[in-house]
């Protein structure tokens, strides 16, 4: 009897626990929300209809489901009401959905006065529509969308003095295969709510076109929407994009004065989550928003209007903004076709399509919240990846012979992998070299005369091309583009500079003025790196010193664009220092700058120089030098920090999971220090090099694992071809010899020069040997032969004696089967379907549907799945730009 209270206590431990996870972490949501659509429908009631559990005064939250449902049709639109679940005024400060792309085409969450039904929920894309009164759209999910949270001191108003005294959820189920098993649908999302009032109110500002027409077969077709403010000063920080198929890019703007500042743009085939918005753009009076969605009629037969099904499309350009609450409207909407003259002036890159590959649809451009701490990530495992971070260690053996460099400001990594160290010479960079308006004092001495540029090994550190003599005054950062050109720049000639990789020191290109130092798009002060996009060649400078900045530049080098630091405060945004190192993002077509004196990391979208997000830790210690990226897993950032005359933190290198934010490991010389550690690159094989600007040298860190690379730690491939020969034959019962050979051999490859000393050793050791065996081996053969006559008559016995002992106890013989361990690898993919749909006032147009139109429903059908719109879902938590204070 007593065994059931027990397990009645481990059970209900079990749920308290689980349900702390669910407020606790909305990684455990994401996960959550993909088993939602099996639960018992009388728990999915439970769900929606409790109160919310209060667990302070102020804070606590609500769930709103579907109370089982088994959707019939295609393009089924469900609703359901929920009151707002308090007679104060609340706020919400976060969404965290619980759906899955496979089963929910999207979601919409409206907050109005009177629901038109009161019945547990109703379909709600007929005639019956949301409310009966004005509905204001506070969120949209689709396309497995991550959380949204809102900025600190951000809230949406509902309750007592709002006029929204309900939620109502809206659900289109596109295509309704995934109901094939009759199981019922529990989706639908949480909101954490407050009742401390909120100094500033959250709101949505919808553009959509309402008259598009797309040609079938035309190329091009563009919507354009446009509407004048007129209101108080609104600060969007997100924004969200949508069409149907033939979408092929989104993007809103605010104009002001005649000139046109981004928003946000986006491809809408990209998951439908509220991405950053430039946190520089706000909005006020007298300013006109607009937005473009820009189409193809390319496979279609006939005419495609703006409708709700799948063979229609949409055009909506969604603005998250925030106000001041005193002057707080939940919800705007602008469907005004804008004028052609107004619209010539739009900036090129809205017409331009952001590519996406098939493949990486879950492509992070523009995605990009700062704080995501609480994003869920897809592991390794799941991207089909095999990610062992193990803790980097010198290599107390590279380079096998000293390279003579001097000090070491520039790595790069040729198309073979090799290392491209960039160095200064007998030149050092001195409180003299320069004046205090940055010019350069010691013209007098020429160039370097020695070769600054070397391509060495990196197995062994064997130099295999010297260039660059008699070109550089202070050498700084260098990359390599696909040509395996090199991109230098020169903080003495305050110049980036192309120069050709062959050897035949042959400068290709040159972007400033030599010797002068400037601000504006033609010059530089002290510029610090490049960065090269590896898809279009335009390169990125990080200026530098003096300037606080960074610029893009066509691969022939015409400017096109320039921006300066981010922020997720623009109360508190601070400008760059030293922005002293660059690095592309290539899979996610971002650009990161270590800000030196800032001690931080910030990345922006590449494309048009918005802030994605921010890492600044206590390790770095005030200062980072230098950063890499690797898109191993779900992205490492190799970083190494600076000595800061306000912190005492170690010099030492990091490996930083991009995605997270974590620090995963940190690696420093052993048997000596950094000085100044001034570059940072990792080889394809894992293994990882830091340039000492301080020491004059290269070190090399590789892991004590073999499982990453061709080559590893100096291990050829023939080598590692040989080791794997060497344990096929070697299989057999005598594993400790073989673990011991593997070891040794192990042993040899990383202390080469002492192992070939060693052989040496054992040679002349070995020819000792021979010689004292000769002169003995005369006087061992008569004792060896008597010992031998008398021992074979014992054998003999004890033969006799086995042989006797085993015919009495054998009875049959034992046969074991071999085993055999066999590797499961998996892959984790979700289908992406989305779509939006618009409101019953296409109901007066000529040739639209009504389907899933009446009341303001603002996502429409997109049921095709296949493929190509299938993507790896990932869990975010969103976080923008915090308001700025009241104005007085």
């Known amino acids: 009897m007593m065994g059931v209270p027990a397990l009645c206590v481990v059970l209900l431990t079990f749920i308290c626990h689980s349900r702390g996870l669910e407020i606790q972490n909305p990684w455990y949501w994401s996960k959550r929300s993909q088993e939602s659509i099996s639960l018992d429908p009388s728990d999915c009631a439970s769900r929606t209809k409790q109160q919310p559990a209060i667990t302070n005064p102020h804070n606590f939250s609500v769930d709103i489901r579907m109370p089982g449902v088994i959707p019939t049709a295609p393009d089924t639109y469900l609703c359901m009401a929920f009151p707002v679940p308090t007679s104060r005024d609340a706020y919400i400060v976060d969404f965290i959905p619980h759906a899955s792309m496979d089963t929910v085409h999207h979601m919409l969450l409206f907050g109005c006065q009177t629901p038109v039904s009161s019945s547990s929920y109703w379909d709600c894309g007929s005639v019956q529509g949301t409310c009966e009164d004005e509905a204001s759209i506070m969120y949209a999910w689709a396309r497995n969308a991550p959380p949204t949270k809102l900025p600190k001191d951000v809230g949406f108003k509902v309750g007592r003095n709002s006029g929204m005294s ?21 989706s639908g999302l949480s909101l954490r709510m407050t009742s401390k009032p909120q100094p500033f109110i959250a709101g949505i500002y919808l553009l959509m076109s ?16 446009a509407c004048d403010y007129s209101s108080y000063p609104i600060y969007p920080f997100a924004f969200r994009t949508h069409t149907h198929h033939l979408g092929k890019v989104v993007s809103g703007y605010r104009i002001r004065n005649g000139r046109w500042s981004l928003i946000g743009r986006q491809s809408p085939q990209l998951p439908q989550a509220f991405y950053r918005a430039n946190p520089e753009v706000d909005v006020k009076y007298g300013d006109t928003v607009a937005a473009r969605c820009v189409f193809t009629g390319e496979g279609r037969t006939s005419k ?3 409708g709700g099904t799948s063979d229609d499309e949409m055009c909506n350009f969604y603005i998250m903004f925030y106000m001041e609450s005193k002057h707080a409207i939940p919800y705007m909407s602008c469907m005004e076709t804008g004028s052609k003259e107004l619209f010539q002036h739009i900036p090129a890159e809205a017409n331009v399509p952001i590519a996406v590959d098939p493949d990486h649809s879950m492509m992070h451009m523009g ?8 994003r869920s990530v897809l592991d390794a495992n799941q991207a089909g990846q095999t990610v062992d971070q193990d803790h980097l260690e010198l290599v107390s053996a590279w380079p096998q012979s000293s390279l003579q460099l001097g000090q070491v400001s520039g790595l790069a990594l040729d198309s073979d992998s090799n290392v491209v160290i960039f160095h200064r010479g007998d030149h050092r960079w001195g409180p003299d070299s320069f004046s205090s308006q940055a010019r350069y004092q010691q013209r007098s001495l020429g160039p370097i005369q020695q070769s600054t540029i070397l391509v060495v090994d990196p197995g062994k550190g064997n130099i295999l091309k010297a260039s660059g003599r008699n070109m550089f005054y202070m050498p700084h950062g260098i990359t390599t583009d696909k040509e395996n050109n090199y991109w230098v720049t020169d903080v003495a000639l305050h110049q980036v500079l192309k120069v050709s990789g062959d050897g035949g020191d042959r400068t290709l290109l040159t972007i400033g003025e030599a010797f002068t130092p400037g601000s504006d798009s033609s010059h530089f002060c002290q510029p610090t790196d490049v960065a090269v996009d590896t898809d279009t060649g335009n390169i990125f400078v990080s200026d530098g010193y003096c300037n606080a900045r960074i610029l893009k530049f066509s691969a022939d080098g015409k400017y096109l664009s320039e921006w300066g630091a981010g922020s997720s405060d623009r109360r508190r945004r601070v400008a760059f220092r030293v922005p002293h190192s660059l690095v592309f993002l290539p899979d996610r077509r971002e650009v990161c700058v270590a800000d030196r004196e800032n001690g931080r990391i910030q990345c922006f979208i590449a494309e048009t120089g918005e802030f994605v997000k921010e890492i600044k830790k206590e390790e770095f210690g005030g200062e980072v030098f230098a950063i890499n990226y690797s898109p191993a897993g779900d992205g490492l950032i190799f970083a190494v920090n600076g000595k800061s005359p306000y912190h005492s933190a170690p010099l030492r290198g990091f490996v930083i999971n991009y995605s997270t934010k974590d620090i995963l490991d940190t690696f420093s010389p052993k048997t000596e220090e950094f000085m100044m550690p001034h570059d940072i690159v990792e ?8 340039g000492d600007a301080g020491t004059n040298s290269v070190f090399k860190f590789t892991s004590e694992k073999f499982h990453r690379s061709v080559k590893k730690a100096g291990i050829e491939v023939q080598e590692l071809e040989e080791m794997e020969t060497f344990v ?29 000393k060693e052989t040496e050793e054992e040679e002349e050791e070995e020819e000792k040997m021979k010689s004292v065996v000769k002169t003995k081996r005369g006087e061992g053969v008569l004792p060896a032969v008597i010992t031998t006559l008398l021992l074979v008559p014992l054998v003999l016995v004890i033969s006799i004696g086995v042989f006797i002992c085993w015919r009495r106890n054998h009875h049959g013989e034992v046969k074991g089967e071999p085993s055999s361990v066999g590797g499961i690898l998996g892959k984790i993919r979700g289908k992406a379907v989305g779509g939006l749909n618009l409101g ?25 799945r296949n493929e190509e719109d299938s993507s790896d879902s990932e869990n975010e938590e969103y976080s923008a730009l915090p308001p700025p204070p009241a104005s007085s």
């Open 166 to 186: 309900y939620f109502v959820l809206q659900i289109h189920y596109g295509d309704v295969a995934a109901f094939r098993d009759h199981h019922r649908d529990c």
């Open 210 to 225: 309402v008259d598009t027409v797309i040609l079938p077969g035309k190329k091009v077709t563009n919507a354009d929407v």
């Open 304 to 306: 495609t209007y703006i």
């Open 367 to 374: 995605k990009s919240p700062d704080d995501q701490d609480d």
């Open 683 to 690: 080889t394809r094989d894992g293994s990882v090099f830091v």
């Open 728 to 756: 096929q034959t070697k299989l057999r019962p005598e594993h400790n010899t073989l673990k011991t050979a593997v070891v040794k051999e192990k042993q040899t490859v990383a202390q080469q020069p002492q192992a070939q």
């Open 840 to 864: 019953n006032f296409f109901a007066s147009h000529k040739g639209y549907s009504r389907q899933g139109f009446d009341q303001l429903s603002t996502e429409g059908s997109d049921q095709e």
